[in-house]
């Protein structure tokens, strides 16, 4: 079972990549070499995450990583699906449900199949699991991508079933949810009606404005804490938490000029933006919102992806180790160490904490 985002981790699945080499021939002979690079790092990254967690006898699950040749559906094109890094941002367990959403991504369309074999084992163990119907997808420009756009769900897939998981908060027998997505009204109706056993508590008059991937800006470690980097990003129904602002020890990111440079580009495999990312973008994630996108082991252990000596001190004094685990490139796949995972099994249980 699970409840919530902090209580102590007893299972969890960490996302994996491609080798090198195993997409070279849907490459051009130009970003090869870059692209590798990328993707034999992020593979060092992860194994050290997954070593770690699983030395403090917590229980971790790898995805299985195919290879493919481009994909040509009716609607869209898949040039290089992308490998499984990221399972927050699609897959969630509360209580003992496994749901499992889509997104407008396409590279993502088939990524449900290498958790497959994990929700499978999880199933036969008594988990319910339910999952989106697949639907069919649209080849977007770049500059449609939510993060870009957050009119494309409304304006060009509002007619889809279509959901982010990483747009809910876990917080016992409740969500704090990004109403507005990404998703499509009819992806967030789907979810509240097949987890109609838990309070969706709307996120709205904050930095968040209802919209965005909510695991960053704010974190609790138990039911009455909440560390955040500015009030404004903390949702309303946290604020009579107690409070620990830590926003003069982490950097905000200023997407600004990563959503301009990237929009320039077809895709992320282009060649001149592999070039552009590897020069200016590569470790910029060190300066983020990605800082308090974090894995809770429980409220004395927490994993970053990078270190914070003014933020290890602040919550050392709070009695919380800190643990770093470098993620050289979770900017690239658009996602920090909390995206990376799924914690899939925690030690507590469902209750009313807001």
């Known amino acids: 079972m699970i409840y919530t985002e902090y209580d102590p981790l007893e299972s969890v699945i960490v996302g994996d990549t491609y080798s090198p080499g195993d997409v070279d021939h849907l490459l051009t002979s130009g970003n090869i070499t870059q692209f590798n690079k990328i993707l ?5 990254d992860l194994d050290a995450l997954s070593d770690f967690l699983k030395q403090g006898n917590i229980e971790v699950m790898r995805p299985t990583v ?3 040749d481009a994909v040509k559906m009716p609607q869209f094109r898949i040039d290089v699906p992308i490998s499984p890094i990221v399972p ?3 897959y969630m367990v509360m209580g003992n449900t496994i749901v499992q959403t889509y997104t407008s991504y396409t590279d993502r369309y088939f990524d449900s199949i290498s958790y497959y074999p994990i929700f499978e084992s999880m199933f036969r163990q008594g988990y319910r699991w339910v999952s989106q119907p697949a639907p069919m997808l649209k080849d977007l420009n770049v500059k ?13 897939l509002s007619d889809r079933v279509l ?4 747009t809910m908060f876990r917080a016992g027998d409740a969500f704090i949810v990004n109403p507005r997505g990404p998703g499509s009204a009819m992806g967030y109706e ?4 097949e987890l109609n056993d838990y309070r969706f508590v709307e996120n709205n008059n904050t930095r968040f404005d209802g919209f965005g991937h909510i695991d960053h800006g704010f974190i609790m470690t138990d039911d009455d804490t909440v560390i955040h980097a500015g009030i404004d990003w903390v949702p309303e129904c946290l604020r009579g938490k ?9 950097a905000e990111l200023n997407a600004e000029q990563y959503c301009k440079d990237i929009s320039v580009f077809k895709n992320r495999m282009d060649v001149q933006w592999l070039d552009k990312y590897l020069e200016n973008w590569r470790g910029y994630n060190q300066q983020v919102c990605f800082d308090l996108n974090v894995l809770i082991i429980d409220r004395h252990n927490i994993v970053f992806a ?7 001190a602040k919550l050392k004094a709070l009695h919380i180790d800190c643990h770093v685990i470098p993620q050289r490139h979770h900017l690239y796949w658009e996602g920090g160490i909390h995206c990376s995972t799924l914690d899939v099994k925690r030690r507590g249980a469902k209750r009313k904490i807001i």
């Open 40 to 44: 034999e790092e992020t593979k060092q």
């Open 66 to 68: 195919y290879r493919y």
């Open 306 to 312: 990078r270190h914070i000596p003014e933020l290890f």
């Open 163 to 166: 959901w982010h998981t990483a």
């Open 242 to 250: 107690k409070l620990i602002d830590v926003s003069d020890c982490v």
């Open 190 to 193: 789907w979810i509240k009606r």
């Open 88 to 90: 927050r941002d699609q």
């Open 144 to 156: 449609d991508e939510w993060f870009l756009n957050d009119k494309t769900y409304e304006q060009q």
